[in-house]
Nanobody, 121 residues
Framework: QVQLVESGGGLVQPGGSLRLSCAAS????????MAWYRQAPGKQRELVAS???????NYADFLKGRFTISRDNAQNTVYLQMNSLEPGDTAGYHC???????????????WGQGTQVTVSS
């Protein structure tokens, strides 16, 4: 069994910062691309940022450089540093990863349960 567990969400005022973490646990051989998605009420889930195993990153255009994704391969963890938060960033933030459980297996998709980020004064 593989689990992705997010943490770090909460209530923050506009202009504030939060750092999200997502740790993968279980029987894991290798993790490929990891990503953060978000979903606000009544809206579709959208990609926020992704990072390859080698550290290559991709960001949604709407971020305007406010967020930074990083990862620790030794700890099977991905982070999302969120700065200059806006009310429009309010959403459930979900971790996603492609994980191989053995050397001979294939990569499968895994999702975390999500952590809520609320930006409000």
């Amino acid at each position: 069994q593989v689990q992705l567990v997010e943490s770090g969400g909460g209530l923050v005022q506009p202009g504030g910062s939060l750092r999200l973490s997502c740790a993968a646990s279980g029987i894991i051989f290798r993790i490929n691309t990891m990503a953060w998605y978000r979903q606000a009420p009544g809206k579709q889930r959208e990609l926020v940022a992704s990072i390859t195993r080698g550290g290559g990153t991709n960001y949604a255009d709407f971020l305007k450089g406010r967020f930074t994704i990083s990862r620790d391969n030794a700890q099977n963890t991905v982070y999302l540093q969120m700065n200059s938060l806006e009310p429009g960033d309010t959403a459930g933030y979900h971790c996603h990863a492609y994980i191989k459980r053995s050397s001979s297996g294939s990569y499968n998709e895994y999702w975390g349960q999500g952590t809520q980020v609320t930006v409000s004064s």
